[in-house]
């Protein structure tokens, strides 16, 4: 069992995470639901052990992780980032874990084939897709077939088949006696699959309930999943704000960018960051609302001239302000 008693984190003077109690048992998958900023990875990251708590103690099996480092060994993480080499195949990625972790050889090739990518092994991980991308990072977690799982908004860059997987999956591994915690900013997904649902807000629990109870209370309006309408020939298509790369405002439309689509919208870029408030969408310039989860990197190629890169097979580019990178350097922390 993962147990986390009166657990806090200063930053600059401030409490951004304090959480009394929480306990995860073998076998459960806890949803921490919260917008962003309410210090989901904050979480994810301290209970790892990647990051140092400013007060409190994490147990694992009742004992302090930061106390044993050693029971670190006994979580496996998935973090929103893919931490890969790019220039190495995807099998290379996972062979590399392999020898770090002292896992059996066949794990690599077990865990290739438990994710669907026994065909993408030798592939440089540059030149797989966002979503093949993320089924290889879930392929970390089934290799290691470590007690605790913590997973870190897992369908991020993802498409249906792949989420229908990691839910199928997670349900394996709580069934055969894991002990999950998934983090994510809405129910769409992760209320499929989790046997309890905790609502993070400020780094504070604000709510605990099971999805099937019956005394549920009613879901907050921001945790409510829904689509933004736009038209694209002559279809009205409803777009996820997952899987929406940036929207973009040009000869007075506005415009939603995917993967795939783009279409414009009714609704005023002014409005579209109403409704996208906690989110993950940031203003990078006054004509460019941008999804953080695509970001891939922050180019600066003079004093006062930053672009984005985008994290897509055409790697957009993406103007980005003096002024909203500083509140974007401010916001992630670089």
């Known amino acids: 069992m993962l147990q986390v008693r009166r657990l806090e984190k200063l930053v600059n003077g401030r409490s951004v995470l304090y959480i009394e109690q929480l306990d995860i048992a073998a076998g459960e998958v806890v949803a921490v639901i919260g917008p962003v900023h309410s210090g989901k ?8 052990g990647m ?11 009742g004992q302090d992780i930061y106390q044993v480092p050693t029971l670190r060994a006994e979580i496996s993480t998935m973090f929103t980032e893919d931490l890969f080499y790019e220039r ?12 770090l972790h002292k896992l059996p050889k066949s794990s690599v090739s077990n865990a290739l084939a438990e994710v669907g990518l026994s065909d993408h092994a030798q592939t440089p991980v540059s030149k797989l897709a966002p979503a093949i991308q993320r089924r290889l990072a879930f392929a970390r977690i089934v290799m290691k077939h470590a007690p605790v799982c913590l997973l870190d908004q ?11 997987l990691f839910a199928r999956i997670i349900s394996q591994l709580a069934a ?6 998934i983090t994510g900013e809405d129910l769409a997904w992760a209320g499929k699959c989790c046997t309890r649902i905790i609502e993070l ?22 945790l409510i999943p829904y689509k933004i ?37 009714n609704l005023t870029l002014q409005e579209l960051e109403s409704r996208l408030i906690g989110r993950g969408f940031f203003k990078a310039h006054r004509a460019y609302l941008v999804n953080l989860q695509y970001i891939k990197a922050v180019i600066q190629y003079t004093r ?10 055409q790697e957009t580019m993406v103007p980005l302000s003096k002024q909203c990178e500083k509140e974007l350097q401010e916001l992630l922390g670089y």
């Open 229 to 265: 309408p736009a038209r694209k020939d002559d279809r009205i298509m409803l777009f996820d704000p997952s899987d929406i790369l940036y929207a973009t405002s040009r000869d007075g439309k506005t415009f939603l960018r995917t993967a795939k689509d783009e279409a414009t919208t």
């Open 41 to 48: 990875t904050s979480l994810i990251r301290i209970l790892s």
């Open 176 to 181: 055969e006696g894991t002990a999950v915690l």
């Open 88 to 99: 190495q195949t995807a099998q290379g990625n996972l062979e590399f874990y392999r020898q």
């Open 154 to 164: 897992p369908i991020l860059r993802t498409d249906l088949d792949t989420q229908a």
């Open 304 to 313: 006062n001239s930053y672009t984005l890169l985008l994290n897509d097979q």
């Open 51 to 61: 990051q140092a708590p400013s007060g409190g103690t994490v147990l694992l099996n």
């Open 201 to 222: 807000e400020d780094g504070r629990i604000t709510n605990s309930y099971s999805p099937e109870s019956n005394v549920q209370p009613a879901i907050p309006e921001r």
